[in-house]
């Protein structure tokens, strides 16, 4: 099956400066990889996905690059603020039917914006 | 517009106790499904569901059961609690359509099995 990594576990930045988390993914079939941000005490929620016909996907402050050779793909955030602070999940799956309902995630990077 | 809802979001049981954690979605979304989420580990898949009547097991199916009688809602059973079953329970749902990826969470359920 699918095995997704992600690093690091933790991340702290200073607001104003960016922010790369890294994910690595096992299985080729994998074609779609969203990413998540939790806060506390709440259930993931989406922010930005890619699939694997592209290489490189924006919105905002917010951008995510896939190197499907390398089975790597990487979240960066730019001009961070302390509302960024949250814990961000990488996922893999197959873009076929009920793909989100099978994902693999990696195992979080709590980010941490100080003023 | 509620999206998914999950209940209880607390719950203390004694091992051996079952339960049943529900899960209820109004966006008449065709697939749902139960992940568990433990300190380091991420995201685990439990059970899924791609319509009614139909469910699947996912990485971790293990002491749980789970069933699908109506689009909207997608129960999760515990038929015999163990203090391994001890963690943060997120039920998801999309609507599966062609092009429609976003999975939408509930809030979690924190079960704490002694």
């Known amino acids: 099956g699918e095995n997704v990594e992600q690093h690091p576990s933790t991340l702290s930045v200073q607001e104003g400066d960016s922010a790369v988390i890294k994910c690595t993914y096992s299985?080729?079939?994998?074609?779609?990889f969203p990413w998540y941000k939790q806060e506390l005490g709440k259930g993931p929620q989406l922010i930005i996905d890619?699939?694997?016909?592209?290489g490189e996907k924006k919105d905002q402050r917010i951008a995510v690059t896939l190197n499907k050779t390398a089975k790597h793909f990487s979240l960066h955030i730019t001009e961070t603020q302390p509302e960024d602070s949250a814990v961000y999940f990488c996922?893999?799956?197959?873009?076929?039917?009920?793909?989100?309902?099978?994902?693999?995630f990696g195992t979080g990077t709590r980010l941490q914006v100080t003023l | 517009n509620a999206g998914v809802t999950q209940t209880p979001k607390f719950q203390v049981l004694k091992t051996g106790q079952s339960m049943t954690l529900q899960c209820a979605q109004d966006m008449n979304h065709e697939y749902m499904s139960w992940y568990r989420q433990d300190p380091g580990m991420g995201l685990r898949l439990i059970h899924y569901s791609v319509g009614a009547g139909i469910t699947d097991q996912g990485e971790v199916p293990n002491g749980y059961n789970v069933s699908r009688s109506t689009t909207e809602d997608f129960p999760l059973r515990l038929l015999s609690a163990a203090p391994s079953q001890t963690s943060v329970y997120f039920c998801?749902?999309?609507?599966?359509?062609?092009?429609?990826?976003?999975?939408?969470f509930g809030q979690g359920t924190r079960l704490t099995v002694v």
């Open positions: 996922a893999a799956g197959a873009l076929d039917a009920g793909t989100a309902s099978k994902l693999t």
């Open positions: 998801a749902s999309n609507d599966g359509s062609a092009g429609s990826t976003e999975a939408f």
């Open positions: 299985d080729s079939a994998s074609n779609y």
């Open positions: 890619i699939r694997s016909n592209v």
